[in-house]
């Protein structure tokens, strides 16, 4: 089972930085494909990021390319999310995902394992 939780969330100006994390604070024995999604007020949740296995290769969405950057921790199913250039568009709530497999990684549908989320802002 797995049990991930996010921080690093918060408020920030436009044009700044953060960086949100990812643990898996379960049991789980067993190395899972991780991602990044988000869910901004009265929208539908999106995909932002994901780290591929076993290739460690990267896909993002195209409203965050070159912007945010996805990164595997050395502990069992770590994530991070490093985010600059941040824009108040940018403002949602932010959910780690993890899967053994997902059939679609852009698919927040296909993801088992949720966190909780942690609120990003970005305003003036």
């Known amino acids: 089972q797995v049990q991930l939780v996010e921080s690093g969330g918060g408020l920030v100006q436009p044009g700044g930085s953060l960086r949100l994390s990812c643990a898996d604070t379960g049991p789980a024995s067993q190395t899972y494909f991780m991602a990044w999604f988000r869910q901004g007020l009265g929208r539908e949740r999106e995909f932002v990021a994901t780290?591929?296995?076993?290739?460690?290769?990267?896909r993002y969405a195209d409203s965050v390319k070159g912007r945010f950057t996805i990164s595997r921790g050395n502990a069992r199913n770590t994530v991070y999310l490093q985010m600059n250039s941040l824009k108040p568009e940018d403002t949602a709530v932010y959910y780690c995902?993890?899967?053994?497999?997902?059939?679609?990684?852009?698919?927040?549908?296909?993801?088992?394992?949720w966190g909780q989320g942690t609120q990003v802002t970005v305003s003036s």
């Open positions: 780290i591929l296995r076993p290739s460690g290769s990267t």
């Open positions: 995902a993890a899967d053994e497999r997902p059939h679609q990684y852009y698919n927040a549908r296909y993801w088992d394992f």
